[in-house]
């Protein structure tokens, strides 16, 4: 479980007659108010974004602001009812799916931390660098615009000559990384399990 911002330590400093949970009950309120975190439903039907259409399903209902959703119940408060996403449970095949997804994260972090424990898998980590090695050298001097050029400016783009050195460069160490983890290494190409 995250911790909450307020400790009991700070609120006891600015607020010390407070009680700790209403005093963050008060907080969470003010910074989700602002938050796209707000259902609105009309006679047990969900808005699907942008007031589109109705669902009953909470996954596709759209996320509104406190305020928006405030101002949208007001037009027929009989009828509207206004709910933070967390007062709506999940469909119970939506939180299959979270299980499953968190069960294939933690596999996936366990595999790629075992990865380094044996030769294959050092094998695989060494040439899966070498090719994001050979993307960036490949990729020098090409510039989409998306970022600020550098203050003092870019560097000029190196001729073919010294991009097939670096590229040299990177398959001579992949080859020495290579011989020192498994001993097999071609002088033609590379063999990847």
Avoid at 47 to 61: D, F, L, S
Avoid at 64 to 92: C, W
Avoid at 96 to 102: H, P, T
């Amino acid at each position: 479980m995250t911790q909450h911002p307020l400790s009991d330590v700070l609120i006891a400093e600015y607020w010390p007659d407070a009680d700790p949970a209403d005093i963050r009950r008060q907080f969470d309120a003010l910074t989700s108010a602002e938050r796209r975190e707000w259902l609105i439903r009309k006679n047990g039907y969900f808005y699907r974004p942008n007031r589109a259409g109705y669902t009953t399903e909470k996954v596709a209902a759209g996320r509104y602001t406190k305020a928006e959703a405030d101002r949208e119940a007001a037009i027929e408060p009989e009828n509207f009812t206004v709910l933070h996403e967390s007062e709506v449970p999940d469909a119970p095949e939506v939180e299959s799916l979270k299980a499953e997804v968190a069960a294939l994260q933690s596999r996936i972090e366990a595999m790629t931390r075992d990865m380094s424990r044996n030769y294959r898998g050092r094998r695989l980590m060494a040439c899966q660098a070498a090719d994001d090695l050979h993307r960036v050298i490949d990729a020098i001097g090409v510039e989409d615009g998306s970022t600020l050029p550098l203050p003092e400016g870019m560097p000029a783009v190196p001729a073919p000559a010294i991009k097939r050195e670096m590229q040299n460069g990177v398959a001579t160490l992949l080859r020495l990384i290579l011989l020192h983890n498994d001993g097999h290494i071609s002088p033609q190409t590379l063999k990847r399990f």
